[in-house]
């Protein structure tokens, strides 16, 4: 493999917006109605297809989604809420904001997700619910994950915010469980720059998600309204859901792409061993590689990963670093965790870097990105 630097910069993702959805969204402006509205509603009704008929509200963050069902699902101040300590820190934070208490359970080292083994032990009479996550798309083991709610009566909230085309044993994620959360952010397999959508139970009332997902506003006829809950300003523009129902078209098409662009890093990687580089579980049909992680061998780098991104970097290579462990931040010490309270999310928290994945990306591109990580850790002193 040519191990030359990139003749321009690959970053680690980029949004893929055609023309047709460009057009769409200047109709919609040309419209003259660009908050809520038809689009919203569309987009809607075709996520609901998507998963089978279930009810869906689409809102303007993934991190609202999570927040608003936490509230549906009850949760209130001084209640617990297992998660994991390997996320996005909007998993964690939105306990928080409810006055509740996050409760972390550690990796499973080989999915990188919350170790089901060790979710009973956390569970406490404070226990209302509990938060799994699918890391980079891979998802976490339905069967058991809900076989433990239903044993305990706790409520689930799927924070699948990567995982939007990943299946569970070829039923689509969203199309059955509890509450599944969406994240449409401008690094998700599909986007509306920003926006999220929340997948409801049969057990929810549509109508008061929606009051909460707008200030708590019930309206009453003539011009007339109330209030009786205390809402969010969560709502989605018909511009960012043009944008969804462009991208809807072509999720099949982009999962597709980033699992052959996968299985071209496995081969790479494998071919050109790095000593002690650890490559993600093997899943080509079920999650829909949202990122391709691989876990640094720092022991033997002289480097440490943030001046290894910048090596990269002089190669023209994007990367990123998802994620760090969220009980080591400062605010999550302040709540009595520690370093070594869950020593595989720290481990994989520590050595993790994201290589460029999306759709766009050509065969050499991973090719390029594969010779230059193998000419730095292998041949260049570190």
């Known amino acids: 493999m040519n191990a030359a630097p990139l003749p321009e910069f690959l970053p680690f993702t980029r949004p893929a ?49 999570l927040e608003i069902a936490l509230q549906l699902a009850g949760v209130a101040p001084g209640d617990e809420v297992i998660t ?36 009973e032990a956390a569970i406490t009479l404070k226990t209302k619910a509990i938060i799994p996550v699918d890391l980079a798309g891979l998802p976490v083991d339905r069967d058991r994950l809900y076989a433990i709610a239903r044993r305990h009566g706790l409520r689930v909230i799927e924070d699948a915010a990567q995982s939007l085309g990943s299946n569970w044993k070829g039923k689509a994620i969203g199309a059955d469980g509890d509450f599944v959360s969406f994240s449409f952010h401008a690094n998700k397999n599909l986007t509306t720059g920003e926006g999220g959508a929340l997948v409801l139970p049969a057990n929810i009332d549509p109508a008061l998600c929606e009051r909460l ?36 078209k072509h999720l099949a098409a982009f999962t597709e792409r980033r699992r052959a662009l996968a299985r071209r890093y496995m081969a790479a990687l494998e071919a050109a061993p790095i000593l002690g580089l650890r490559l993600p579980l093997a899943d080509f049909a079920q999650s829909n590689w949202h990122m391709f992680q691989v876990l640094l061998p720092l022991e033997r780098m002289s480097l440490s990963r943030a001046g290894f991104i910048a090596a990269l970097r002089e190669r023209n290579i994007g990367a990123g670093v998802h994620y760090p462990a969220i009980h080591l931040f400062s605010l999550y010490r302040a709540l009595g965790y520690r370093e070594g309270d869950f ?21 050499a591109d991973v090719g390029a990105v594969c010779a230059n990580m193998a000419d730095l850790l292998n041949n260049a002193p570190l």
């Open 343 to 363: 020593p595989h999310a720290e481990d994989v928290g520590r050595r993790t870097l994201t290589l460029p994945l999306f759709p766009a990306m050509s065969d």
């Open 213 to 248: 997902r707008l200030q708590g506003v019930k309206r009453q006829g003539g011009g007339e309204m109330d209030v009786d809950v205390a809402g969010h300003k969560g709502n989605l523009t018909d511009i960012a859901a043009a944008i969804g129902l462009g991208q809807l």
């Open 84 to 119: 994991t300590p390997l996320s996005w820190v909007a998993t964690a934070n939105v306990i928080l904001h409810l006055g509740a208490h996050p409760v972390f359970v550690d990796i499973d080292p080989l999915t990188r997700n919350i170790d089901l083994e060790q979710i």
């Open 17 to 65: 917006i055609d023309e047709e959805t460009i057009a769409a969204v200047g109709d919609v402006l040309r419209s003259g109605w660009i908050t809520s509205g038809p689009k919203v509603q569309a987009f809607e009704a075709a996520l609901s297809a998507l998963f089978g008929g279930r009810t869906v509200r689409a809102f303007n963050s993934g991190t609202i989604t």
